[in-house]
């Protein structure tokens, strides 16, 4: 089975720094998209940042040149996402979820629906 693992939040002060990891285990495909989403308390599930299949790297303006994705493949079938966020702001808290096998064509990345696996989420709180 696909399991993705989230872990990494915390509550911090804005200006500061965390890095989310999302362990991917069960999954081959190394052809599709993988990427993180936010949810805040009553608003939808948004694309934060995604990496496709060829290192092509995608980032919601709201969070451009303050956070990274990047993708460690350490062997066949298990890997590992991470987000590095810089410079963290009140409105980043949200919680944040690992998505895999997507498909990342133009502005999909972005949407809930063109990817299949989810983590459980991550809480991050910024004050």
């Known amino acids: 089975d696909v399991q993705l693992v989230e872990s990494g939040g915390g509550s911090v002060q804005a200006g500061e720094s965390l890095r989310l990891s999302c362990v991917v285990s069960g999954y081959r495909y190394s052809t599709y998209c993988m990427g993180w989403f936010r949810q805040a308390p009553g608003k939808e599930r948004v694309g934060v940042a995604a990496?496709?299949?060829?290192?092509?790297?995608?980032?919601?303006h709201s969070v451009q040149g303050r956070f990274t994705i990047s993708l460690d493949k350490a062997k066949e079938g298990n890997s590992t996402l991470y987000l590095q966020m810089d410079n963290l702001k009140p409105e980043d808290t949200a919680r944040y979820y690992c998505?895999?096998?997507?498909?990342?064509?133009?502005?999909?990345?972005?949407?809930?629906?063109?990817?299949?696996?989810w983590g459980q989420g991550t809480q991050v709180t910024v004050s």
């Open positions: 998505a895999a096998h997507g498909v990342c064509t133009g502005d999909n990345w972005k949407v809930v629906k063109y990817f299949t696996y």
């Open positions: 990496f496709d299949a060829d290192g092509t790297t995608s980032y919601a």
